[in-house]
């Protein structure tokens, strides 16, 4: 196994990853779906509607419980599900947020191209990301 294949395994071993099926229904119960795929993406394959978009260079501060800078929202109970185009980046992502104290934070199996290939609801893209 490659060195990166064990970074992935160890960091989603501490995460429930969800389904686009199972995100889209926590989505609507109030979780949290943070989009921190880049902006080329984001433009020209959609993005989810209700979903926030925070830069990945941006994300812990965003979304640490104790950051100052974080959204206004974001508390260590919150449900955050991150997603990135095909689900890797969104699991480590995903795990540096747990290490930080969000609890419930985990990630998209598959991603937004997962999402979108469910039929799930997708808007037009180029959204600016959270300053």
Same mark, same amino acid.
């Given at each position: 196994? !490659?060195?990166? @294949? !064990?970074?992935?395994?160890?960091?989603?071993?501490?995460?429930?990853?969800? @389904?686009? %099926?199972?995100?889209?229904?926590?989505?609507?119960?109030?979780?949290?779906?943070?989009?921190?795929?880049?902006?080329?993406?984001?433009?020209?394959?959609?993005?989810?509607?209700?979903?926030?978009?925070?830069?990945?260079?941006?994300?812990?501060?965003?979304? +640490?419980?104790?950051?100052?800078?974080?959204?206004?929202?974001?508390?260590?109970?919150?449900?955050?599900?991150?997603?990135?185009?095909?689900?890797?980046?969104?699991?480590? %992502?995903?795990?540096?947020?747990?290490?930080?104290?969000?609890?419930?934070?985990? @990630?998209?199996?598959?991603?937004?191209? +997962?999402? +979108?290939? %469910?039929?799930?609801?997708?808007?037009?893209?180029? !959204?600016? +990301?959270?300053?």
């Amino acid at each position: 196994m !490659s060195a990166i @294949d !064990s970074f992935l395994e160890q960091a989603r071993s501490g995460l429930a990853r969800v @389904d686009a %099926a199972r995100a889209r229904e926590l989505q609507k119960a109030g979780a949290l779906l943070v989009d921190i795929r880049p902006f080329a993406n984001r433009q020209a394959e959609g993005e989810i509607p209700g979903a926030v978009v925070v830069e990945r260079i941006h994300l812990e501060w965003r979304l +640490a419980p104790d950051s100052e800078w974080r959204l206004p929202s974001v508390t260590p109970e919150s449900t955050v599900i991150v997603l990135c185009n095909e689900g890797y980046s969104s699991s480590l %992502a995903a795990a540096d947020l747990q290490r930080l104290g969000l609890r419930n934070a985990t @990630d998209l199996e598959g991603g937004f191209r +997962a999402w +979108a290939a %469910a039929g799930l609801p997708v808007q037009t893209g180029g !959204s600016p +990301a959270v300053p």
